[in-house]
């Protein structure tokens, strides 16, 4: 069998399968049952979260020789044609590159015709919102008036480019960008059939980098197979991510949790010369501060800790050595920092900064002992003088 990428090979295939969308679905099959199917649907959305995979299925829905139904078979002509994007009666037009007028009037001069096989001519248009003014125009008129077999499904990700007078002609639909869970969880059934074995804190640590899209997860999946070929540990994962190696992550704690902001700032030098982007390096440090706060805060084997990242132990000695209030404010700081980087502040400098501020904090009186004075001071008989502090 010829090779296929992860994210082709596990395109989702009925309804059901649709990971995270499951409103969509439930509406979209609602409709089918009850004979209700819209002329125009809009899927809008992230990038890789279902939306051409959604289109294909609903059209799979409709032409089915079984159909239609909420189950398409997936073996009959119609669901195969459609599944290698070859049903001569289901357009797959990417308006990014067929963007003009000519390609829309063709489009509405094939419409009026009967479709070849199935029931429908289902036209699906992705990007949609690609489409030049003049080429809306053409389309509108169609979009108006569709003739009875005429089926469109547009998808976009970018729907404030889409015109009012097309949205008003479309039921609408919101993809959303998919959970953390809901992505390892199809990660995980992924690995079963490809016969590879990552730990949970690998696949939680794609799923967060793919920022809720299903496709750049399993693309990254993909990658990291390639590049590990066999067993695969973190440092493979931070090399496809341009991270820095967990080992130096934890100098650089080690430097600031000892107070040692010029070590520190010396290795954050040899990482970014290495490649590391300092964007990416505060990301990987406020992840670290985070896992060490939820260490000191629910136990290294707690859910939490694990979907994070593995409990290294540097990491379980950093919980042991700094207070939990530290922590805290490390994590306060460094999420400081991210939130001016957002302003546009310089990475470099963010970084430096903080270090300074992090290496400075065991100077500083945790609550606990302040709290401790205070009370020490409250309790002291009247008239006698206030113990001296220790
Ligand atoms: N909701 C989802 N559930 C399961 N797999 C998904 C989902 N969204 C995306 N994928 C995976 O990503 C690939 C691309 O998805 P696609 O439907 O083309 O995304 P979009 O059109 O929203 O950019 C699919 O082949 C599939 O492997
Ligand atoms: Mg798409
Ligand atoms: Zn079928």
């Known amino acids: ?43 809008t959305g992230p990038r890789g979260v279902g939306k051409t995979s959604m289109a294909r299925i609903l059209a799979k829905a409709l032409c089915c020789e079984t159909g239609p139904t909420t189950e398409p078979c997936g073996v009959c002509q119609h669901c195969r044609m459609i599944t290698d994007s070859g049903h001569p009666d289901v357009a797959e037009i990417d308006a990014a590159r067929y963007n003009g007028v000519d390609a829309i009037r063709e489009l509405s001069d094939n419409a009026s015709f009967s479709p070849t096989l199935a029931r429908f001519r289902i036209y699906i248009l992705d990007e949609v919102h690609m489409l030049s003014t003049s080429a809306w125009n053409a389309l ?21 480019k889409v015109l009012p007078t097309v949205l008003s002609r479309c039921q609408r639909f919101d993809f959303r960008s998919i959970d953390l869970d809901a992505i390892v969880k199809r990660l995980r059934e992924i690995c079963v059939k490809e016969q590879v074995q990552l730990t949970d804190a690998v696949l939680y640590r794609i799923a967060r980098a793919a920022g809720g899209g299903m496709r750049d997860a399993q693309t990254l999946l993909d990658q990291l197979i390639a590049v590990c070929d066999g067993e ?105 920092s991210q939130l001016a980087l957002r302003q546009g502040a310089d990475p470099r400098l963010q970084l430096e900064l903080s270090f300074v501020r992090i290496a400075g904090l065991g100077q500083l009186l945790d609550a606990d002992t302040l709290l401790r004075r205070i009370e020490r001071l409250e309790s002291a008989p009247a008239g006698a003088s206030a113990p001296h502090p220790r």
């Not at 596990?10 to 002329?39: C, D, M």
């Not at 136990?299 to 593995?310: D, F, I, K, N, Y």
């Open 1 to 43: 069998m010829d090779y296929l990428v992860i994210a082709r090979k596990y395109r989702p295939q009925t309804f059901t399968e649709v990971t995270g969308q499951e409103v969509v679905a439930r509406t979209l099959t609602n409709a089918i049952k009850s004979q209700r199917v819209a002329h125009a649907y809009l899927f």
């Open 140 to 160: 509108l008129k169609l979009l108006e008036e569709p003739p009875a077999h005429v089926r469109f499904i547009f998808a976009t990700t970018e729907v404030e």
């Open 232 to 336: 695969v540990i973190e440092e493979d994962l931070n090399l496809l991510l341009g991270a820095a190696r967990g080992g130096d992550l934890d100098l650089v704690v080690n430097d600031l949790l000892s107070g040692n902001a010029s070590a520190a700032i010396e290795t954050l030098d040899r990482i970014v010369a290495g490649g590391v982007a300092p964007t990416t390096f505060l990301e990987q440090l406020i992840d670290h501060a985070r896992t060490v706060l939820l260490v000191q805060a629910c136990g290294r084997e707690s859910p939490a800790v694990r979907r994070l990242g593995t409990c290294t132990p540097a990491l379980e000695a950093q919980a042991k050595l700094a207070t939990p209030e530290k922590t805290m404010r490390t994590c306060q700081i460094l999420i400081g």
